[in-house]
């Protein structure tokens, strides 16, 4: 029995040797390569078809410029979704439960969103922080509140993954165990506990995929606004 | 898979240092696949059978000749019960988790499998039936261009013939002309004999008209008119004789 709720979060260390990095690469490694064949098998087909109706589907509302950007966002997407799926595995751990790790993908590409637009269309950037159709007097607390909301992005983008999954992972781990401790007290109980876990892991594959998902359009969103 | 991890360190392990050429030499026996590019070997359509789901065939049959056909089950089991009894898989929440996820994905794999399968299929159809079509397309063009050719080296076949007609006419053509010029210069030559020829006929026929108006006038001058009484009286007696004997002769 585990000690904490929280020691499934812990970066896994063997003799000393963190695992991180094993953790990090199992996407590349589990993922079907493009095969320089005409024709592949089905595995790769499907592969190869997510990847063109996400990338059309991201891109569409982004206009030219910024379509340098969809091999960044496809494989960002990928990863994460991967991810996200296989920590959903007994036993695994999921880095993305990690603050450090999804700060480390939102930040950047959040701040290369703003670096670009103040970049090329300063004014065009500036301008988005004063919605159309405010009132004359209210526009200086706007901006305030606007401009903080610009520099809360990257926390948002970061904290929302993360609190997602580990609070998806914590639930998941506290309800098998009011399950298992129930099991020999109160069968019933305990049969009632498992239906709400059969659901919870449900619904938890659907946030793994969801949120994976959200990361990447809002990052394209911040894209699109400064591009 | 993995395997790229292998063939990408493998790849940096032939160049480096003198180690990496003699494992690339000593491990030449243990290579299973054909080390050419060309021609591109072809993949297998089906992937590897495996027995529920997840054991490949192979181990099954690896085991089948020591310990028959329920060997790996045996094996399996007692594995099990090995782990549980030996408290190194320990049965906590995570089992019943464990249990919960994997009831979830044989369910969503045994419903939605053939649908992604045939999914998969449909978009392997369509692409092979593209190839397939450009294939098609361009070796029609490049049949109908081998008969178009074959048409252009029948007509240059034909090409002498259609010069030697065009030649034929072309010497028809100047025969007849010059046999038209020939009929020209025949009449035109003709004409000038016949004009000569009318010519010499009236030069005779005026020289015979003036020699006959010439002798009958120097007749008619010399005829005197004793002459002329002579010969009418003679003329009147041989008449009045005539008249005898004809008369003789009609009563006879």
Known sequence: MTVSLFDQFESPLFLGIPLMAIALVLPWA?????????????????QNWFISRFTHQIFQPISHPGYKWALLFTSLM?????????????????????????????????????????????????????????PTPLIPV????????????????????????????????????????????????AFLTWSLLVLLTLLEIAVAMIQAYVFVLLLSLYLQENV | MLSRLVLLSASSLKGSGPIGAGVVQATRCLRTSS???????????EGGKVRHGIFPEEFFQL???????????MLGTGLLCYLLSKEIYIVNHETIYALTIGGII??????????????????????LAKAEAAKESSISILAKSIEAEKKEQWRVEGRGLLFDAKRNNVAM??????????HMVTNEVKRRLDYQIALQNLHRRMQQEHMINWV???????????????????CIADLKALAKTSQAQAAA
């Not at chain 1, 970061?158 to 109160?186: C, D, E, K, W």
């Open chain 2, 35 to 45: 080390q050419s590019l060309a021609p591109v070997p072809p993949l297998p359509e």
């Open chain 2, 216 to 234: 009958e006038k120097s007749v008619v001058s010399s005829i005197t008119p004793q002459q002329e009484k002579e010969s009418i009286a003679k």
């Open chain 2, 63 to 73: 085991l089948y000749p020591k310990t028959g056909v329920t060997g790996p089950y």
């Open chain 2, 173 to 182: 053509l100047l025969e007849t002309n010059m046999r038209e010029r020939l």
């Open chain 1, 30 to 46: 589990l993922l079907p390569k493009p095969c320089s064949r005409w024709i592949s098998g089905r595995y790769l087909t499907l």
């Open chain 1, 78 to 134: 990928l990863f994460l979704i991967t991810v996200n799926m296989l920590g959903l595995l007994p036993y695994t751990y999921t880095p993305t439960t990690q603050l450090s790790v999804n700060m480390g993908f939102a930040v950047p590409l959040w701040l290369a969103t703003v670096i670009i637009g103040m970049r090329n269309q300063p004014s065009l950037s500036l301008a988005h922080l004063l919605p159309e159709g405010t």
């Open chain 2, 106 to 127: 044989v369910y969503c794999v045994k419903k939605f499998g053939p649908g992604f399968a045939e999914f998969a299929d449909k978009i392997y159809e369509e692409q």
């Open chain 1, 142 to 189: 706007l901006i305030i509140i606007e401009t903080i909301s610009l520099f809360i992005r990257p926390l948002a983008l970061g904290v929302r993954l993360t609190a997602n999954l580990t609070a998806g992972h914590l639930l998941l781990q506290l309800i098998s165990l009011a399950a298992f401790v129930l099991l020999p007290i109160m069968t019933a109980t």
